[in-house]
């Protein structure tokens, strides 16, 4: 019940976002970048992503005592038709505060798996989230950093992929291998369009859903991009993949130190 309220309460965001004259990333225009074409939601598998952890810091998910169970997400890509995309298209810095009472939600389902500082647009490091150079791109359709997040984190739960695998049999293991045509039909018959998919040693690392920018579903491939009835990716998946468990190194207070790191920035 808990899910499903969270769920209608950021849907309810997600809407009203659209209908309330909100401050803009006024700055697209002054980039000389054209308006993007598509949105794209990047999910991770952090199975794939943690196997390679060696090492922990405050800031990586990866190393929580207990392991991330389902997809969480990369990013929300305003993407080109071309396979381009636009990035940094905003002028103004990029406000922390406006997004606090999202920062629990972000902080379990859009959690940062690796060590590295965040490159800012502008130059200079800073929060996770404020790497996020392609939520600056969506405007006119999105129009300031809480309407970014929320509208992602609405699209996440909408479309729960974690689910719609396991309801089909389809199970984090270390062992079993799934044909990636199951796994493409499965998700194509739950979201309503093709995805895209980029696995990493025969593991899948990635899974794409894009939508037109009224958020309906469309297909992330073209026909150049299909091969053997199968949709490419930068890099290709095997016949057989996996959705791989893997085991943190035990940094069981990461989630607690990160949230000191935002209340130190926000008090500086």
């Known amino acids: 019940m808990a899910c499903v309220l969270r769920l209608l309460g950021l849907l309810f965001v997600l809407v009203c976002s659209h209908s309330l004259p909100l401050p803009s990333f006024h700055g697209v225009v002054a980039t000389g970048q054209r308006e993007f074409d598509y949105f794209v ?3 991770q598998w952090p199975g794939t992503i943690c196997q390679a952890t060696h090492h922990c810091c405050s800031s990586n998910a990866c190393c929580r005592s207990n392991p991330l169970p389902e997809f969480t997400i990369h990013g929300l890509w305003a993407d080109y038709n071309d396979g381009s995309w636009p990035a940094c298209c905003s002028d103004s810095d990029f ?5 606090t009472s999202l920062l629990p939600t972000l902080e379990k389902y859009w959690p940062s798996l690796y060590c590295s500082s965040s490159s800012l647009c502008f130059g200079g490091k800073g929060l996770f989230w404020a790497h996020e ?4 791109c969506s405007y006119p359709i999105i129009q300031d950093e809480y309407s970014y997040f929320s509208t992602a984190l609405g699209l ?3 479309n729960n992929m974690t689910e719609v695998l396991n309801n089909a049999g389809i199970l984090a293991t270390n062992g079993e291998k799934y044909p990636l045509g199951d796994v493409v039909a499965t998700i194509k018959r739950a979201f309503g369009a093709s995805p895209l998919l980029v696995c990493k040693h025969g ?3 990635e899974l794409r859903l ?3 920018k009224d958020f309906k579903p469309r297909d992330c491939v073209t026909g150049s991009d299909i091969l053997n009835g199968m949709p490419r990716s930068r890099t290709s998946c095997p016949r057989y993949v996996t959705l791989p468990t893997y085991t943190p190194l035990g ?3 990461s989630r607690k130190m990160a949230f000191e790191a935002f209340d130190a920035l926000t008090v500086a």
């Open 41 to 43: 939601l990047a999910l």
């Open 95 to 99: 406000d922390i505060k406006k997004i």
């Open 133 to 136: 150079k392609h939520g600056t």
């Open 156 to 158: 996440y739960f909408k």
């Open 203 to 205: 593991s899948l690392e």
């Open 210 to 212: 894009c939508f037109y």
């Open 251 to 253: 940094l069981a207070d």
